[in-house]
């Protein structure tokens, strides 16, 4: 277990107990590190390390100015725009996209306590109870705090399984024998046969002779057979002329996309109620593509910023009142994605996304979504493949 310089004694009271290791306690600690530096915050993480294994990508103008210098230091990788592809259209966006490792982000996190003397890292720490003014962690240390924040990974989101899709990636870094001659990622590359769903390859370039290619599906069952979608991402370097010398690391997921959240028909529950349910535990991501940074940054702001005023209520309030509206959104696009369009017919509607203006596209990965831009993605001419039986039913699209 990680151990700060003058960690606190069994019962000392702490400002903020971060529960989970993954990428909402990072960025959290970051920003607390940053605004609250005399603070008195400890991550608990019952792995040995922080972050897992994981690659977190964010369009960079969805980072807020007053977090990008907090942020920074996190991201391994940054481009000044991206590549999307299908089978009638390919296209360059200019949004600057950024990446961050688990390796870049546990660093920042490192550095950040090294110099903080209320900080600290209670790794290979399992938490076994979670309250909104302590946590008790196995073996019996008792942390408690003004607030608890529980940011544990998808594996606690209360979810209808039976009302899901799932989006399920196995990704490759590459060492390369030669340049690879990219100079921005393939955000998708849809020009592949359409098995198991909506499918595409994700490139990331790393380095000069260093590359991420990861194939990434959006089915309708969580199956993911590694050895079978390992070989495919090999063959689709080979074919783009990608002389592979060494698969550097491998990563994989399978991440639930809700197509009902029980917990929007629910009054959402009033601040210092219960512990701060953050990260995918408590519901702070994109259903719709399963990117997390933007909105991990909103609360990990928040934290920093409001969660000690006086009106912290009502500030909490408004920021889940948006999450919610913006969530309902994008959950109706993962009904209308996996119920209405068959499987080999799912890439038509992104396909038809990627013609939107930028700014759309981009206020969509946010989560930040206006009038206009809901107007214009439900409207207008639908996608090939759409089943008009299954939309007039409520049958799922065969």
């Known amino acids: 277990m990680d151990r700060m310089r003058g960690a606190a004694t069994m019962t000392a009271r702490h400002d903020v107990v971060l529960v989970g290791g993954g990428l909402q306690s990072l960025v959290a600690l970051l920003a607390l590190a940053e605004a609250r530096p005399g603070a008195r915050v400890v991550l608990v993480e019952r792995a040995a390390a922080l972050g897992g294994n994981h690659t977190w ?9 007053a977090l990008a210098q907090v942020i920074a230091p ?37 550095a950040a306590v090294a110099t903080r003397p209320g900080y600290e890292l209670a790794t290979g ?58 100079t921005r990622p393939i955000l998708m590359d849809a020009r592949l046969p359409q098995t198991d769903g909506f499918r595409f390859m994700y490139v990331l370039p790393l380095g000069e002779r260093r590359v991420l290619v990861e194939d990434t599906y959006f089915s309708d069952e969580p199956a993911l057979d ?16 990608l002389p592979v010398t060494e698969v550097v690391r491998d990563e994989h997921g399978v991440l639930p996309l809700p197509l009902e959240l029980p917990q929007l028909r629910d009054r959402a529950p009033a601040w210092g109620s219960g512990p701060v349910l953050a990260g995918y535990r408590g519901g702070w991501f994109h259903p719709t593509t399963g990117y997390s940074f933007p909105v991990a940054l909103r609360v990990a702001a928040f934290l920093a910023r409001d969660a000690d005023q006086h009106d912290a209520g009502a500030r909490w309030d408004a920021l889940v009142a948006e999450h919610r509206r ?27 996304f990627y013609r939107f203006p930028e700014a759309t596209v981009r206020r969509f990965y946010a989560l930040r979504t206006t009038t206009g831009d809901r107007t214009r993605i439900l409207f207008g001419r639908p996608p090939r493949g759409l089943s008009w039986r299954a939309m007039l039913t409520g049958r799922k699209a065969a």
């Not at 990508?57 to 100015?65: E, R, Y």
């Not at 996190?74 to 390796?103: I, K, N």
């Not at 720490?125 to 990974?153: F, K, P, S, T, Y």
Request: hydrophobic share 50%.
């Open 326 to 352: 913006q969530l309902g959104f994008a959950l109706r696009l993962n009904r209308m994605l996996f119920r209405w369009f068959p499987p080999a017919q799912r890439h038509h509607v992104l396909a038809r």
């Open 74 to 110: 996190a991201l391994a990788h940054r481009w000044d725009g991206y590549d999307v592809a299908f089978p009638d259209h390919a296209r360059t966006l200019a949004s600057p996209y950024a990446a961050a490792t688990s390796a870049s982000l546990a660093a920042a996190v490192h």
């Open 226 to 241: 590694r050895a079978a979608v390992t070989a495919e991402i090999l063959g689709y370097a080979a074919g783009r002329g």
């Open 125 to 182: 720490a399992e938490a076994i109870e979670i309250a909104a003014d302590h946590v008790v962690l196995r073996g019996g240390r008792r942390l408690d705090a003004a607030h608890v924040v529980d940011a544990r990974g998808p594996e606690h989101l209360a979810i209808d399984r039976a009302a899901c899709g799932y989006q399920k990636f196995v990704g490759l870094e590459l060492a390369l024998a030669r340049p690879h001659g990219l």
């Open 57 to 65: 990508c964010v369009h960079a103008d969805d980072v807020p100015a």
